[in-house]
C-alpha cells in the first residue's frame, strides 16, 4: 500500500501539485479575515471564575482599565512647587486623553477639613506654582500622613508619585478597542514629552492596564517584525550549507512559504484572532515544515548520487519516506492538539494552529515536493566507493558499547527526570518583558519606589441596599482590612472604611479619637450625603461603593511577591473570612489575581494533555508498525528527552510560567520525530531486508542519521531565534524546546540501538555476539 501510493504520488506529481494549488488559493484567501485581539481577556474562558469576579466588580464600580504617570523626582523632592505644578499641570490635562473618566492625583486628593462646622472638601493643591514653603509644608504633612495616599499615590519617601487615569475604553469590536489603545497610548506619551520638556527635573514612567496590553503587542509586532524573517533567512542559509544544493534549499523554502500562508488563512478561516502567543505559531509550522522536505530531498539526493534518474529516485525517496513523514507528522499534531486540555485559550489555539501547519507542511511536502523536485534540474555528487560514513561510526560506537550505554543512559536520564520535582508554579507579569523594555523599567521603579504592580480586589456585600452605612458591617470590613493590611505583602489599601472614618473624625473637630466607624446608621449616611455632595464632577465614590450602596470595593497593593504567593495570600483572605466573617468571604479578583489562578490550572491541565497525548502517540505507533514492543519501547525516547530538560531547569531555574507550562506538550509531538525515522528504518530493514538487529541498526544510522541531523540543528536553530524576543516567555520556551530537541537526538543515537538490541530478540543464524561484530570490522 504504501509503496503503491508513493509510486502514484511521484507519478501523477503534476497533476496532484496543479490540484494542489486551487485548495491553497482557497485556504490563502483566509488571510483577509486575521485580526489580532492584544486583550488581557483573551488568555480567560468566558466561564472563569476570577473573570467573572473581575467582570461584575467593574459593572458595580469603576472599570479596571488604567493609565498611571509615574512621577520621578530627580531632586528627590516631589512636593516642590515646580514638580507640584508639573503633578499638576498633568491631572489637569489627563482629563483630556482619549477615553479618560476619572483622573486621582496627590494635587487633586480629595481633601477634608471643618471650618465652623461646616465640611470643607477641596483639592490638596492648588495653585502649586505660588505656594509658600508654609504652605509646601502642610501638603506634605498631610500627604505623609493619609493613608490612602501613602505608597499608593505617594512614596513614603517623598521622591515619587502618581497619577492614575482610569479609562472606559470602547469595547463594541476588538478593531476598536486596538484602535483606541493605539491612540490613548500616544497621546500619554506626547503628554508626557511635553511636561519632561517643561520641567527636566522629573522623569514620567507609564504604568497601568493599558500599558500592559501596548506593551503585549508591542513585543509582539517586534518578534513578527524580526524574528520571523530572521528565522526564515536562517534556515535557508542553513539548508544550503547542509544539503549542499541550492535547488533543494529552493523547493524547502516554497513549500514552508506555503505552508506558513495557508496555516495563517485557516486560522482566518475559523475565526481565530491572532494573539501574543498563536502568533509564535508560523514560527513553529515554519521550523518543522522543514523537517519532511529534508527527510523526502536528503534521501532523494542520495539515490540521485547513486546513479538513479530523478524520477525513479523520488520513487525510492516516496517509498522509503511516505510512511515515517506522515507518522512523524500525524504524532506532532497529535502533541499539538493535547494542548487543548489547556485552561488558556490562547494556547489551545496555538496546538490546533500548529497542528493544522504540521499537516499542511506534510500535504504540500508530498504534492508540491515531488513535482518541484524532478522538474527542477537537481544533481547530487557520486558517492565515493569505499568512504566510511560519520554515521557508520556512531553506529559502530552505539553497538560495540550498547551494554555500558543502555544502564548508564537509562540511570543519568532517570537521575536528571526526577529534579523536574524542583519546579514550581511562580508566574509575573513584569518578568515576561525583558530588562531593556520601558514597560519592565517603569514596573521595576513603580515596586521599588511607589506602589505594588500586583493588586488584590474584594468586593465585600452588605446584603441589603445601603447597607455600606450599617456600622456592624463596616466594623466586620475595617477588621478585614486591618488584618489584611498587617501582612507584609500589603504596601497600601483603598477602603471606603478608612474614608468614613476620617469623615467622622472631621465632623469632631479633627480629634484623633474619632478615627473611627460611626456609632449609627444615620451618621454614617449623613457623612456620606455630605461627603458626595462636595465632592467634583467626576470623583465621587464609585471606586469604593456601588451605586445602591449595598457592596463595598477593597483595592490592596502588593510587592514582593509572584503568582504562587498571591494564590497564597487569597487563601489567608478566605480563611480570615472564614473565621471571623463568613457571610463576607468572597474570593479575590483582578488581573493579577485572574492570571495566577489561570497559571496554576494550565500547569494540571497540561499535565493530564501531556498524558493523553503519550498514550494516544503510542497507540499510533504501536498501529503503525504493528508492533506492541516497538510501541512501547518508544515511550522512553519520547519522554525521557522533557523530563531531562524539565530536570535542568529545575536546578538552574526552578521556576514555571505560562510558557515554560507547555513546552512539555509542544515538544512531545516534535521528538517522536526522531523516535519514528529511526525505529521505521529499522524495521525495514528487519523485514524487508532481512538483515539482523546490528546490522538493522546500522543501516538506520546511515539511512536516517544525516536527515536527523539536518533537521535537530534547523529545529534548534529555529527556537533558538525566540531567545532573541523581548517577551521573556518565548525566550524560555525557546531555550526549553532547543533544550528537549537536541536532548531527544543524543538519546535516541545513545538509547535506542542499546535498547534495540536488548529487546529485539534475534533467531539463532542471525545472531552476532561482539566478539564477531569487532571481528568483521576488522
Not at 506 to 518: A, E, L, S, V, W
Not at 557 to 577: C, M, P, S, Y
Request: glycine share 6%; with cysteine.
Amino acid at each position: 500500500m504504501n509503496d503503491r501510493l508513493a509510486i502514484w504520488l511521484v507519478h501523477s506529481r503534476n497533476k496532484i501539485a496543479l490540484a494542489s494549488l486551487f485548495i491553497i488559493i482557497g485556504l490563502t484567501l483566509g488571510l483577509t479575515q486575521l485580526q489580532f485581539n492584544g486583550s488581557y481577556k483573551i488568555f480567560f474562558d468566558d466561564d472563569n471564575e476570577q473573570l467573572i469576579a473581575h467582570d461584575k466588580n467593574e459593572s458595580l464600580y469603576i472599570k479596571s482599565n488604567n493609565l498611571l504617570f509615574v512621577f520621578e523626582a530627580l531632586n528627590g523632592n516631589i512636593y516642590s512647587r515646580e514638580n507640584l505644578a508639573s503633578v499638576e499641570s498633568i491631572t489637569h490635562q489627563a482629563w483630556q486623553l482619549p477615553y479618560s473618566t476619572r483622573v486621582d492625583s496627590l494635587t487633586n486628593y480629595q481633601h477634608t477639613d471643618v471650618v465652623d462646622d461646616e465640611l470643607i472638601v477641596a483639592d490638596l493643591v492648588e495653585e502649586a506654582n505660588e505656594l509658600t514653603d508654609q504652605q509646601l509644608a502642610r501638603i506634605k504633612n498631610i500627604a505623609s500622613n493619609e493613608v490612602t495616599l501613602v505608597n499608593r499615590l505617594v512614596s513614603d519617601r517623598h521622591h515619587a508619585t502618581g497619577v492614575n487615569v482610569v479609562l472606559n475604553m470602547p469595547n463594541h469590536t476588538k478593531q476598536a478597542e486596538g484602535k483606541a489603545t493605539v491612540e490613548l497610548v500616544a497621546a500619554a506619551r506626547q503628554l508626557r514629552a511635553e511636561i519632561e520638556a517643561q520641567n527636566p527635573n522629573v522623569k514620567i514612567h507609564l504604568q497601568g492596564l493599558s500599558i500592559v496590553n501596548t506593551a503585549f503587542n508591542e513585543s509582539t509586532e517586534y518578534d513578527a517584525m524580526y524574528l520571523f524573517p530572521l528565522l526564515f533567512v536562517l534556515i535557508v542559509l542553513m539548508l544550503l550549507f547542509l544539503l549542499r544544493s541550492a535547488w533543494s534549499a529552493f523547493v524547502t523554502t516554497i513549500v514552508i512559504i506555503l505552508g506558513v500562508v495557508i496555516s495563517e488563512g485557516f486560522v482566518g478561516w475559523i475565526g481565530y484572532d491572532l494573539n501574543q502567543v498563536n502568533v509564535m505559531a508560523p514560527i513553529i509550522i515554519l521550523t518543522l515544515a522543514v523537517c519532511d522536505c529534508v527527510h523526502l530531498l536528503a534521501s532523494y539526493l542520495h539515490h540521485l548520487s547513486l546513479g538513479q534518474s530523478r524520477k525513479d529516485a523520488m520513487t525510492e525517496a516516496m517509498k522509503i519516506n511516505l510512511q515515517p513523514v506522515f507518522l512523524t507528522s500525524f504524532t506532532t499534531a497529535i502533541g499539538f492538539l493535547a494542548m487543548n486540555t489547556s485552561d488558556v485559550p490562547p494556547f489551545r489555539e496555538l496546538g490546533n494552529f500548529a497542528a493544522f501547519g504540521v499537516m499542511a507542511a506534510f500535504f504540500l511536502s508530498i504534492t508540491i515536493l515531488p513535482a518541484l523536485a524532478v522538474w527542477l534540474p537537481m544533481k547530487a555528487k557520486p558517492m565515493a566507493q569505499g568512504k566510511t560514513l560519520w554515521s557508520s561510526r556512531i553506529a559502530e560506537f552505539s553497538i560495540k558499547h550498547r551494554k555500558v550505554l543502555l544502564p548508564s543512559v537509562l540511570i543519568i536520564a532517570t537521575g536528571l527526570g526526577s529534579l523536574t520535582l524542583l519546579n514550581e508554579l511562580n508566574d509575573n507579569t513584569v518578568a515576561y518583558f525583558d530588562e531593556s523594555t520601558e514597560f519592565r523599567q517603569a514596573s521595576e521603579f513603580m515596586e521599588q519606589n511607589l506602589t505594588g504592580f500586583d493588586v488584590l480586589n474584594f468586593s465585600l456585600d452588605s446584603g441589603e441596599t445601603g447597607g455600606v452605612n450599617n456600622p456592624e458591617f463596616l466594623k466586620q470590613v475595617d477588621d478585614f482590612v486591618n488584618w489584611f493590611k498587617s501582612q507584609p505583602e500589603i504596601v497600601n489599601a483603598l477602603s471606603y472604611t478608612d474614608t468614613i472614618k476620617r469623615l467622622n473624625k472631621n465632623m469632631h473637630g479633627n480629634d484623633p479619637t474619632y478615627y473611627k466607624i460611626p456609632e449609627s446608621r444615620e451618621l454614617a449616611s449623613q457623612y456620606q450625603l455630605l461627603y458626595e455632595l462636595s465632592l467634583p464632577y467626576g470623583l465621587d465614590l464609585n471606586n469604593q461603593v456601588d451605586s445602591q450602596k449595598r457592596s463595598v470595593f477593597l483595592a490592596f497593593g502588593v510587592v514582593g511577591t509572584q503568582a504562587k504567593g498571591l494564590i497564597e495570600l487569597d487563601q489567608r483572605a478566605q480563611n480570615w473570612f472564614a473565621q471571623n466573617a463568613p457571610q463576607l468571604a468572597t474570593p479575590a479578583s483582578g488581573i493579577s489575581t485572574m492570571f495566577a489562578h489561570v497559571g496554576k490550572k494550565n500547569i494540571d491541565s497540561m499535565l493530564s494533555g501531556s498524558v493523553i497525548a503519550i498514550i494516544l502517540i503510542t497507540i499510533t505507533l504501536i498501529l503503525a508498525l504493528g508492533s506492541v514492543k516497538f510501541g512501547l519501547m518508544s515511550l522512553l525516547p519520547n519522554v525521557f528527552p522533557a523530563l531531562i530538560t524539565f530536570g535542568i531547569w529545575g536546578i538552574a531555574v526552578g521556576q514555571v510560567d505560562l510558557g515554560v507550562a507547555v513546552v512539555f506538550s509542544l515538544t512531545l509531538g516534535i521528538v517522536v520525530d526522531d523516535t519514528v525515522h529511526f525505529f521505521s528504518k529499522y524495521q525495514r530493514a528487519r523485514n524487508q531486508l532481512r538483515q539482523s538487529t546490528a546490522d538493522a541498526v546500522r543501516y538506520a544510522f546511515n539511512t536516517v542519521a544525516k536527515p536527523l541531523v539536518i533537521t535537530t540543528i534547523v529545529l534548534v536553530a529555529g527556537f533558538s531565534v525566540l531567545m532573541l524576543s523581548n517577551f521573556t516567555a518565548n525566550v524560555k520556551m525557546g531555550m526549553m524546546i532547543s533544550g528537549t530537541i537536541s536532548a531527544a537526538l543524543i538519546f535516541d543515537f545513545l538509547l535506542l540501538p542499546a535498547l534495540l538490541m536488548k529487546l529485539d530478540k534475534q533467531t539463532q543464524d542471525e545472531n552476532i555476539t561482539d566478539e564477531e561484530t569487532v571481528a568483521s570490522q576488522a
